[in-house]
């Protein structure tokens, strides 16, 4: 009797130390988590595997630039790149050129001046001299991005190419205007495509020049020179020769390089560079026994953006969501016109998504291209909204998971009857997304039908696993199943995860400074797949001093990490707070069993922080071995040893981090995602179907990403309170709901300025006759209000004022009652929250 006294009284306290901590974090967050600076990350000194890192010799030709070339040179030395060799060759200039560059003599590898036979004849002398394994010129009024020798390097060595471009970012009078990327797939550079001038060259298809880097290698074999006799296309002929002895193109998604636009260049005038351009063509055309073939495309409209339409079930939440959101932000950066589409907010006359409604509204937009994300978070027979959409307009679907395949599961586990039938035998039909056995079967054989028929999206494999999945489902019913699956790189906005100062962030965080931290994230740890049990067992009796743990996400079951500070978060949904948290950790642990990507292990490595995950399923493609985090088999033994060999070799760990937001920002970033997609429907003539330019430009923010770009919601989950459920029309739950569960639940209420406010809660409570729930506002008691049980199928409201402040306003509820935890359902279950509302009632 006393042992289980102590127990229930230890219990009890660890809940409310839980409480006081979770308190504490979520103010820290508030409160400081948006102001921390941003860290600079160091170059290792060597590449990942102890590899040097590759000479780059960069020719800059000049004549007369004074007024730039100090920036130029800047430019070059302000990359802190170790072993690069910059060329200058000034062509007998009679201004202050070499006043400019005698000042940084003794930082430049070589410096020519005399007169010379123009620009191509410099360039010449200049690569005669180099002795680099990579190569590239750099013009006297044009600079490099941050970063890009160590990006072009890691990217070399990274991929099996020996050509590299990336994005050009287009300056006039001061004013970033444009940023380009080639429109080109990876793969041969298309001799063809650059030979169709007007719809290729001149239509934006490739590249402004100091975006290009290649490998000696190609050089020499192109014959490892540039004609003399072009004044202004010496780049394109090049290029072209390049394409007919084979070039391997790579494009990646950081920025390389500054384009400046002036009155004083050579190009400031098309009808003289395009004249010389159609002469160049034809002669190499000519001497390389070419028939030149009409243009098959259509003409160049630039002025033709995109209608996207992007239909998911709760929009922009939780890891499918996000990762639909960031391909739409992708497609709206790049000026088409996007529109989401979802199914949550749509209820019929009978509380259910409607979705008749949902197909109309998307008819009614007209798209050029329908693309699919999750659809069962709302409802678990939205198939037919594929059926009808994908009969009308392109379609693509995105493996977020598997649930398109199956007759209702999202993962498969070691089940392989979706391959020949899943039925009412289904051994996992109550868990999410869960369907009725008795509804299985027709599920499944509905969506063979989708995916055998004429009207079939087109897949799209997130990683090299879903692509071997869906392949494996489509050979089943279709004989040309390749044809129907592409890739698809997904991405983050590298220009919100950026690496943040580490002990800024933990002191902001209420973390240790001298602890070694690991994060560790997961939107319910109920759910066994994300591998919560393998961290804390490989964790157990570690006896690692100084050692803390973040969770990130909901703490919806008891979590008891020995030999560890545990830090909850809760929930997060700002870019903000995430990034803090991951800059905060030195790794990242993510033990998923099974994960279609893992867009977590890509934020991590943006912000410099390694990741440590299983050597299996998407995790894969996320994970780079060696280079942003270790890959392991999947045992809790590996993950131990994994987890100790980083926390005793902390250079290892550092030098990982610095390489892995090199690496993520090359093929990670929004940008590669939507390259990776626009060169998709150009592989399928969608492009040329649609009229739109082979042209990829890049030209304002979107919102899809940029909070401070968004409206603001009136309301969002912390802690305490599950991912989207439902609706439920089997168990008397027409609509989504969220469940409140625990001791504790958060939310944060957004209120547009300071004042008075009613707060009306609607919910469903089918658990308890009535139960008093406590309130707290902005860590203050505020008031009780009674969650009494609701009739079938009808939500009830409960009502309270605040003294809102201006933005977010914690809402802390403490129910009174909750269900035990059982093995089926481990949460404390509460209520169910459907919506809040806000109202200002003092004006």
């Not at 974090?25 to 102001?35: A, L, Y």
């Not at 939107?523 to 990130?552: M, Q, T, W």
Request: glycine fraction near 8%.
């Amino acid at each position: 009797m006393i042992s289980w006294l102590k127990s229930i009284i230890q219990r009890v306290e660890s809940r409310l130390r839980l409480k006081k901590q979770i308190a504490r974090q979520s103010r820290h967050i508030f409160e400081h988590g948006v102001s921390i600076a941003e860290a600079q990350l160091s170059l290792p000194r060597t590449m990942p595997g102890g590899l040097a890192w590759p000479k780059i010799s960069v020719i800059t030709p000049s004549f007369n630039q004074g007024r730039y070339i100090a920036e130029t040179i800047e430019s070059v030395l302000q990359q802190d790149y170790p072993n690069v060799e910059h060329i200058i060759i000034d062509g007998g200039s009679n201004d202050d050129t070499m006043q400019v560059v005698e000042r940084y003599r003794s930082q430049l590898s070589h410096v020519v001046s005399e007169p010379d036979r123009g620009q191509s004849d410099a360039l010449n002398k200049g690569f005669r001299l180099a002795t680099g394994d990579i190569l590239c010129w750099l013009n006297s009024d044009d600079q490099f991005a941050p970063g890009a020798l160590a990006a072009v390097a890691m990217a070399f060595a990274t991929r099996d190419v020996d050509l590299l471009s990336g994005i050009c970012e287009i300056y006039k009078d001061g004013n970033l205007i444009h940023r380009h990327m080639t429109s080109c797939a990876n793969g041969p550079l298309p001799l063809q495509d650059l030979l169709d001038l007007d719809n290729g060259w001149n239509a934006g298809q490739f590249f402004y020049q100091p975006e290009v880097f290649f490998s000696r290698a190609l050089w020499e074999r192109a014959g490892a020179h540039v004609r003399e006799d072009c004044y202004y296309s010496m780049d394109y002929e090049l290029w072209c020769r390049f394409a007919h002895v084979g070039a391997e193109l790579h494009v990646i998604g950081a920025p390389l390089a500054r384009f400046r636009m002036h009155p004083e260049q050579k190009t400031a005038d098309p009808a003289k560079f395009k004249k010389e351009l159609i002469e160049v063509r034809d002669r190499f055309a000519a001497t390389h026994s070419i028939k030149l073939q009409p243009s098959l495309r259509p003409p160049v409209r630039f002025e033709r953006a995109l209608r996207v339409a992007m239909v998911n079930d709760v929009g922009m939440q939780y890891g499918a969501g996000i990762a639909h959101g960031r391909l739409a932000a992708g497609l709206d950066m790049a000026g088409h016109d996007v529109k989401l589409f979802l199914l949550r907010f749509l209820a019929g006359s009978d509380g259910k998504p409607d979705e008749a409604d949902l197909v109309e509204n998307v008819v009614r937009f007209d798209p050029d291209v329908v693309v699919f994300g999750n659809l069962h978070a709302v409802t678990r027979d939205s198939v037919g909204v594929v059926e009808k959409l994908s009969a009308r307009f392109p379609s693509f679907w995105v493996t977020h998971d598997f649930w398109l395949f199956t007759g209702r599961c999202a993962y498969t586990g070691e089940c392989r009857r979706y391959l020949s039938g899943c039925d009412a035998s289904c051994p996992t039909a109550k868990h999410y997304p869960d369907l009725a056995p008795k509804k299985i079967s027709d599920a499944w054989k509905r969506k063979q039908s989708l995916l055998g028929g004429p009207h079939s999206p087109f897949i799209l494999a997130n990683s090299v696993w879903s692509e071997d999945r869906a392949h494996e489902s489509l050979s089943a019913i279709r004989s040309d199943a390749g044809s129907r699956i592409r890739n698809l790189q997904l991405g983050a906005p590298i220009h919100l995860f950026k690496p943040l100062k580490k002990m800024a962030a933990r002191s902001a965080l209420g973390i240790k400074t001298d602890h070694f931290v690991i994060a560790f994230s997961v939107s319910s740890l109920a759910e066994s797949r994300k591998g919560g049990h393998y961290l804390v067992e490989a964790l157990r009796d570690l006896n690692l001093p100084n050692l803390s743990v973040i969770l990130i996400g909901n703490q919806d079951v008891p979590l008891e990490i020995s030999g560890a500070e545990l830090v909850p978060l809760g929930y997060v949904t700002e870019t903000t707070t995430l990034t803090a948290a991951l800059s905060a950790a030195d790794i990242y642990v993510g033990p998923s069993t099974e994960e279609t990507f893992g867009q977590v292990f890509i934020e991590a490595a943006l912000v410099g922080t390694p990741s440590i995950g299983f050597d299996q399923t998407g995790v894969r493609d996320a994970i780079v071995e060696g280079v942003t985090g270790l890959r392991v088999s999947p045992s809790t033994q590996a993950l131990r040893e994994a987890i100790v060999r980083l926390y005793r070799d902390r250079d290892m760990c550092k030098n990982l981090g610095s390489w892995a937001r090199i690496y993520a920002l090359n093929e990670f970033s929004l940008e590669s995602a939507y390259h990776s997609l626009f060169t998709t429907w150009r592989h399928l003539g969608l492009i040329d179907q649609w009229g739109a330019p082979h042209k990829i430009g890049f030209i304002r923010p979107s919102a899809f990403v940029d909070e401070s770009l968004r409206p603001v919601t009136s309301w969002r989950a912390v802690h305490g309170v599950s991912a989207i459920e439902g609706p439920y029309p089997q168990f008397d739950l027409p609509t989504a709901f969220q469940w409140c569960h625990g001791a504790q639940s958060r939310v944060v209420v957004h209120c547009p300025e300071e004042g008075r406010y009613l707060i009306r809660l609607t919910y469903y409570s089918n658990l308890f006759e009535s139960m008093e729930v406590k309130l707290h506002a902005n860590g203050g008691y505020l008031d009780s209000i009674a969650i009494k049980r609701t009739k079938p199928g009808i939500s009830a409201h409960a009502e309270f004022q605040i003294n809102g402040l201006a933005g977010a306003n914690l809402i802390d509820v403490f129910p009174g009652q909750a269900r035990e935890p059982t093995h089926d359902e481990p949460r404390a279950l509460t209520f169910m929250l459907r919506d809040i509302k806000l109202q200002r009632i003092d004006n």
